[in-house]
Protein backbone atom coordinates (compact mmCIF):
# COMPACT_ATOMS: atom_id res chain seq x y z
CA UNK A 1 0.00 0.00 0.00
CA UNK A 2 1.75 3.53 -1.06
CA UNK A 3 2.45 5.34 2.22
CA UNK A 4 3.81 8.75 3.00
CA UNK A 5 7.51 8.56 3.66
CA UNK A 6 10.19 11.33 5.83
CA UNK A 7 13.55 11.36 6.55
CA UNK A 8 15.30 12.04 8.67
CA UNK A 9 13.16 10.07 11.77
CA UNK A 10 14.87 12.26 13.98
CA UNK A 11 17.18 15.11 13.71
CA UNK A 12 18.97 17.08 16.32
CA UNK A 13 20.64 20.66 15.85
CA UNK A 14 22.11 23.39 17.27
CA UNK A 15 20.16 27.05 17.75
CA UNK A 16 20.87 28.72 14.55
CA UNK A 17 21.20 26.25 12.49
CA UNK A 18 19.10 25.80 8.75
CA UNK A 19 17.47 22.13 8.85
CA UNK A 20 16.02 20.68 5.66
CA UNK A 21 13.36 17.74 6.00
CA UNK A 22 12.14 15.88 3.93
CA UNK A 23 8.83 13.91 2.92
CA UNK A 24 8.05 11.86 -0.11
CA UNK A 25 4.22 11.84 -0.53
CA UNK A 26 2.01 9.64 -2.10
CA UNK A 27 3.21 9.58 -6.11
CA UNK A 28 -0.55 10.43 -8.03
CA UNK A 29 -1.23 12.81 -4.86
CA UNK A 30 -1.27 16.64 -5.80
CA UNK A 31 -1.91 18.39 -2.62
CA UNK A 32 0.90 18.62 0.46
CA UNK A 33 1.14 19.59 3.72
CA UNK A 34 3.16 20.30 6.89
CA UNK A 35 2.01 20.24 10.68
CA UNK A 36 3.60 20.61 13.52
CA UNK A 37 3.15 18.90 17.08
CA UNK A 38 4.99 20.56 20.26
CA UNK A 39 5.75 17.74 22.63
CA UNK A 40 2.72 16.66 24.84
CA UNK A 41 -0.03 19.39 22.47
CA UNK A 42 -1.73 19.08 19.80
CA UNK A 43 -1.04 19.15 15.82
CA UNK A 44 -0.96 21.94 13.97
CA UNK A 45 -1.22 22.86 10.36
CA UNK A 46 1.85 25.02 9.08
CA UNK A 47 0.83 25.09 5.02
CA UNK A 48 -0.53 23.47 2.29
CA UNK A 49 0.93 23.44 -0.84
CA UNK A 50 -0.50 22.96 -4.53
CA UNK A 51 0.22 23.51 -8.49
CA UNK A 52 3.64 24.75 -7.22
CA UNK A 53 2.78 27.12 -4.94
CA UNK A 54 1.36 27.68 -1.35
CA UNK A 55 -2.19 27.43 -1.38
CA UNK A 56 -2.21 28.23 2.44
CA UNK A 57 -0.18 29.20 5.59
CA UNK A 58 -0.60 29.76 9.21
CA UNK A 59 0.58 32.60 11.51
CA UNK A 60 3.63 29.78 13.05
CA UNK A 61 4.78 29.60 9.29
CA UNK A 62 6.82 33.24 9.01
CA UNK A 63 10.00 33.94 7.01
CA UNK A 64 12.15 31.46 8.54
CA UNK A 65 9.74 28.93 6.86
CA UNK A 66 9.93 27.87 3.31
CA UNK A 67 8.31 24.72 1.66
CA UNK A 68 10.02 23.34 -2.18
CA UNK A 69 9.38 20.37 -4.54
CA UNK A 70 12.29 20.63 -5.68
CA UNK A 71 11.55 17.35 -8.17
CA UNK A 72 8.76 15.03 -9.09
CA UNK A 73 8.83 12.83 -6.08
CA UNK A 74 10.06 15.07 -2.97
CA UNK A 75 8.55 17.70 -0.71
CA UNK A 76 10.66 19.91 1.69
CA UNK A 77 10.24 22.18 4.18
CA UNK A 78 12.82 24.27 5.57
CA UNK A 79 13.78 26.14 9.03
CA UNK A 80 16.34 29.03 7.96
CA UNK A 81 17.46 29.50 11.09
CA UNK A 82 16.01 27.13 14.26
CA UNK A 83 15.19 28.26 17.56
CA UNK A 84 14.73 26.13 20.80
CA UNK A 85 10.66 26.67 19.94
CA UNK A 86 11.00 25.31 17.00
CA UNK A 87 11.57 21.70 18.73
CA UNK A 88 8.38 19.61 17.62
CA UNK A 89 7.57 16.36 15.56
CA UNK A 90 6.98 17.05 11.96
CA UNK A 91 4.45 15.82 9.74
CA UNK A 92 4.28 15.46 6.37
CA UNK A 93 1.14 14.92 4.83
CA UNK A 94 -0.62 14.64 0.76
CA UNK A 95 -3.69 14.00 -0.63
CA UNK A 96 -5.54 12.97 -3.86
CA UNK A 97 -7.78 15.12 -5.92
CA UNK A 98 -11.14 15.41 -4.05
CA UNK A 99 -13.72 13.35 -4.32
CA UNK A 100 -17.02 14.22 -5.70
CA UNK A 101 -17.98 15.32 -2.11
CA UNK A 102 -15.54 17.98 -2.41
CA UNK A 103 -12.83 16.49 0.47
CA UNK A 104 -9.84 13.91 -0.02
CA UNK A 105 -8.25 12.26 2.85
CA UNK A 106 -4.75 13.15 3.81
CA UNK A 107 -2.20 10.61 4.25
CA UNK A 108 0.08 11.47 6.70
CA UNK A 109 3.90 10.05 6.95
CA UNK A 110 5.46 9.28 10.29
CA UNK A 111 7.29 12.31 10.99
CA UNK A 112 10.40 13.71 11.94
CA UNK A 113 11.26 14.81 15.04
CA UNK A 114 13.27 17.70 15.51
CA UNK A 115 15.83 18.58 18.31
CA UNK A 116 17.09 22.30 18.80
CA UNK A 117 19.99 22.40 21.65
CA UNK B 1 -13.21 30.68 12.69
CA UNK B 2 -12.83 26.99 12.90
CA UNK B 3 -12.02 25.25 16.34
CA UNK B 4 -12.23 21.87 17.63
CA UNK B 5 -12.53 21.16 21.21
CA UNK B 6 -12.00 17.88 23.31
CA UNK B 7 -12.48 18.85 26.44
CA UNK B 8 -10.73 15.69 28.27
CA UNK B 9 -7.73 15.82 28.63
CA UNK B 10 -7.35 12.64 30.11
CA UNK B 11 -8.80 9.26 30.61
CA UNK B 12 -8.25 6.09 32.01
CA UNK B 13 -10.66 2.87 32.20
CA UNK B 14 -10.09 -0.82 33.45
CA UNK B 15 -10.05 -3.09 30.08
CA UNK B 16 -13.50 -3.93 28.52
CA UNK B 17 -15.06 -0.83 29.64
CA UNK B 18 -16.71 1.12 27.21
CA UNK B 19 -15.36 4.73 26.62
CA UNK B 20 -16.73 7.70 24.52
CA UNK B 21 -14.26 10.66 23.95
CA UNK B 22 -16.21 13.89 23.25
CA UNK B 23 -15.36 16.47 20.44
CA UNK B 24 -17.26 19.75 20.12
CA UNK B 25 -16.08 21.54 16.57
CA UNK B 26 -17.41 25.22 15.76
CA UNK B 27 -17.54 26.55 11.97
CA UNK B 28 -19.10 29.21 9.99
CA UNK B 29 -19.19 26.57 6.54
CA UNK B 30 -21.85 24.55 6.17
CA UNK B 31 -19.88 21.65 4.20
CA UNK B 32 -17.38 20.70 6.45
CA UNK B 33 -15.74 17.34 7.02
CA UNK B 34 -14.63 16.00 10.50
CA UNK B 35 -12.14 13.03 11.10
CA UNK B 36 -10.70 11.22 14.11
CA UNK B 37 -7.16 10.24 14.47
CA UNK B 38 -5.21 7.66 16.57
CA UNK B 39 -1.30 8.48 17.78
CA UNK B 40 0.09 5.66 19.53
CA UNK B 41 2.52 5.81 21.55
CA UNK B 42 5.21 5.29 18.74
CA UNK B 43 4.21 8.76 17.56
CA UNK B 44 2.89 8.24 14.05
CA UNK B 45 -1.05 9.66 12.88
CA UNK B 46 -3.98 6.88 12.06
CA UNK B 47 -6.78 7.81 10.06
CA UNK B 48 -10.08 6.45 11.40
CA UNK B 49 -12.63 7.88 10.39
CA UNK B 50 -14.09 11.20 7.91
CA UNK B 51 -17.71 11.74 8.02
CA UNK B 52 -19.21 15.30 6.08
CA UNK B 53 -21.76 17.65 7.12
CA UNK B 54 -24.66 16.20 5.06
CA UNK B 55 -24.55 12.94 6.62
CA UNK B 56 -25.59 12.17 10.24
CA UNK B 57 -25.64 8.86 10.07
CA UNK B 58 -24.10 7.06 13.10
CA UNK B 59 -21.04 4.48 12.00
CA UNK B 60 -20.26 1.16 13.39
CA UNK B 61 -16.65 -0.36 12.71
CA UNK B 62 -16.03 -3.18 15.12
CA UNK B 63 -15.53 -2.34 18.34
CA UNK B 64 -15.48 1.82 17.14
CA UNK B 65 -18.71 3.77 16.52
CA UNK B 66 -19.32 7.41 15.92
CA UNK B 67 -22.34 9.29 16.77
CA UNK B 68 -22.30 12.60 14.59
CA UNK B 69 -24.52 15.33 15.78
CA UNK B 70 -24.86 18.51 14.05
CA UNK B 71 -27.51 20.02 16.71
CA UNK B 72 -24.84 20.06 19.35
CA UNK B 73 -21.78 20.33 16.54
CA UNK B 74 -20.73 17.18 18.53
CA UNK B 75 -18.67 14.29 16.89
CA UNK B 76 -18.43 11.51 19.66
CA UNK B 77 -16.16 8.63 19.80
CA UNK B 78 -17.41 5.29 21.33
CA UNK B 79 -14.94 2.42 21.82
CA UNK B 80 -16.33 -0.44 23.10
CA UNK B 81 -15.21 -3.83 25.15
CA UNK B 82 -11.84 -1.38 25.42
CA UNK B 83 -8.55 -3.54 25.06
CA UNK B 84 -5.20 -2.20 26.37
CA UNK B 85 -3.68 -1.48 22.71
CA UNK B 86 -6.75 1.16 22.19
CA UNK B 87 -4.13 3.08 25.07
CA UNK B 88 -3.10 6.04 22.44
CA UNK B 89 -3.88 9.81 22.25
CA UNK B 90 -6.99 10.71 20.02
CA UNK B 91 -7.72 13.64 17.88
CA UNK B 92 -10.72 14.73 16.31
CA UNK B 93 -9.93 17.37 13.26
CA UNK B 94 -12.08 19.63 11.49
CA UNK B 95 -11.44 20.47 7.58
CA UNK B 96 -13.95 23.09 5.46
CA UNK B 97 -14.72 22.74 2.25
CA UNK B 98 -15.06 26.28 0.67
CA UNK B 99 -16.78 25.38 -2.08
CA UNK B 100 -15.77 28.82 -3.51
CA UNK B 101 -12.86 28.18 -3.90
CA UNK B 102 -12.27 25.34 -6.53
CA UNK B 103 -8.89 26.46 -7.74
CA UNK B 104 -7.63 25.48 -4.28
CA UNK B 105 -10.84 23.11 -3.34
CA UNK B 106 -8.22 19.91 -2.37
CA UNK B 107 -6.22 21.75 0.04
CA UNK B 108 -7.92 22.16 2.99
CA UNK B 109 -5.88 22.34 6.35
CA UNK B 110 -6.92 20.03 9.52
CA UNK B 111 -7.73 21.60 12.18
CA UNK B 112 -6.86 19.39 15.06
CA UNK B 113 -8.34 19.24 18.94
CA UNK B 114 -6.30 19.30 21.73
CA UNK B 115 -6.61 15.47 21.83
CA UNK B 116 -7.50 12.92 24.67
CA UNK B 117 -5.25 10.37 26.20
CA UNK B 118 -6.56 7.24 26.84
CA UNK B 119 -5.42 4.71 29.16
CA UNK B 120 -6.69 1.31 29.65
CA UNK B 121 -5.50 -0.55 32.41
CA UNK B 122 -5.48 -4.76 32.36
Known amino acids: EPEVTQTPSHQVTQMGQEVILRCVPI?????FYWYRQILGQKVEFLVS????????KSEIFDDQFSVERPDGSNFTLKIRSTKLEDSAMYFC???????????????FGPGTRLTVL | AQKVTQAQTEISVVEKEDVTLDCVYE???????LFWYKQPPSGELVFLIR??????QNEISGRYSWNFQKSTSSFNFTITASQVVDSAVYFC???????????????????FGQGTRLTINP
Open chain 1, 93 to 107: ASSDRPLAGGNNEQF
Open chain 1, 27 to 31: SNHLY
Open chain 1, 49 to 56: FYNNEISE
Open chain 2, 27 to 33: TRDTTYY
Open chain 2, 51 to 56: RNSFDE
Open chain 2, 93 to 111: ALSEAPLYRPAIQGAQKLV
